[in-house]
């Protein structure tokens, strides 16, 4: 994967978390992930 293919894996990531209105702390909670990292994507 490419820098440039993993750049558009992150953007869909949070097209899709608008789609369905869920926030970064939703899906951190769900990955059980820190806020923080989710954040950086």
Do not use: F, H, P
Not at 32 to 39: A, L, M, P, Q, T
């Amino acid at each position: 994967m490419t820098n440039s293919q993993q750049g558009e894996c992150y953007n869909r990531v949070k097209v899709v978390l608008v789609e369905q209105g869920k926030i970064s702390r939703w899906l951190a909670e769900q990955i059980d992930k820190c806020k923080n990292i989710v954040s950086r994507w």
